[in-house]
């Protein structure tokens, strides 16, 4: 039987993964102490493993396809195939920030003061790449972790670190001064089994319903019966990504209208519904948008 090796993230990112695998359809059930998840696939073999070491995992071939940063397959220098981007993250659907930060009361007011200072960062290659095309030379040092507190500590006169909400950075006294780059999680995949075509087949599936389900997010159906006289006022007013789904209801002048809306506006679109004379409203979740 076919089976494809596939790679999960560790670490901030396996829940949020595993709850997107979830909506796109697969039950995985990771256990303590355990880098071999089950998955209800008997299609699929995954491993777990940090984000850091996913495409160096790929390009040998010890995974066929996997799940990554932007970030660490830039940092490696990778080669291999990108599939398809996927921008979620442990708090919001949202790129990851790389940035370069100072303690609040530095001197330090852009990179350039920066000249013949020192930078820690786990982020090495690429930082080292971003300083060297502004010919701003800097001593780059390798940090294990708890990298905000570099600064403080007065091991550096400043990091490269990754960043959502801002929220570590600002409680360390820090100060951003420069955006280095942004990141989001991607799909990809080994080069021979990029060619393999039952491979190939599985992965643009996999990449194929985990988008679907990333595009319903915050989106929601709505259905609701309409009678034929109020039918178009209804419509005008309903928002759809391409039309609502309209059909008459048995042996009736009423009609079920369905369609599906940002979740932002369903607290206000619902009151203009029912002025307009729609009835039996019904909102519900989706999974996929494909």
């Not at 993230?9 to 355990?34: C, D, H, Q, V, Y």
């Not at 071999?36 to 995954?46: G, R, T, V």
């Not at 039309?243 to 369609?259: G, K, M």
């Amino acid at each position: 039987m076919n089976v494809l090796k596939l790679g999960l993230p560790k670490g901030s990112l396996e829940k949020a993964t595993i709850e997107l695998f979830e909506k796109g359809g697969w039950l995985i059930k990771p256990a303590a102490r355990n880098y071999f998840p089950k998955i209800d696939d008997s299609e699929l073999d995954c491993s777990i493993c940090r984000p850091q070491e996913m495409s160096r995992y790929i390009e040998s071939g010890m995974l066929d396809a996997g799940i990554t940063g932007k970030d660490w397959t830039l940092e490696n220098d990778s080669d291999a195939i990108i599939v398809a981007d996927l921008v979620y993250s442990k708090v919001s659907n949202k790129p990851t920030r790389w940035v370069i930060a100072v303690a609040g009361d530095s001197d330090i007011k852009s990179i350039e003061d920066l000249q013949g200072k020192k930078v820690a960062t786990e982020l090495v290659n690429v930082t080292t790449r971003f300083f060297k095309e502004r010919n701003i030379e800097v001593d780059i040092e390798f940090s294990w972790g708890a990298t905000e507190a570099k600064v403080v500590a007065g091991l550096a006169d400043a990091v490269v670190e990754v960043t959502e909400t801002e929220s570590t950075i600002r409680a360390h006294g820090l100060r951003i001064i420069h955006e280095l780059m942004q990141s989001n999680t991607q799909l990809i995949a080994n080069k021979a089994a990029w060619q393999d075509p039952w491979k190939r087949k599985k992965i643009e599936n996999i990449s194929l319903l985990l988008q679907g389900a990333l595009r319903a997010d915050r989106i929601v159906g709505l259905k609701m019966n309409v009678q034929n006289e109020d039918l178009d006022r209804v419509v005008q007013i309903l928002p759809s990504l391409n039309a609502p789904t309209i059909a008459n209801l048995y042996q009736s002048d009423w009609f079920s209208v369905e369609t599906v809306v940002s979740e932002d506006v369903v607290r206000d679109l619902i009151p203009r519904l029912i002025e307009k004379g729609a009835e039996g409203i019904i909102e519900y979740p989706l999974n996929k948008v494909i």
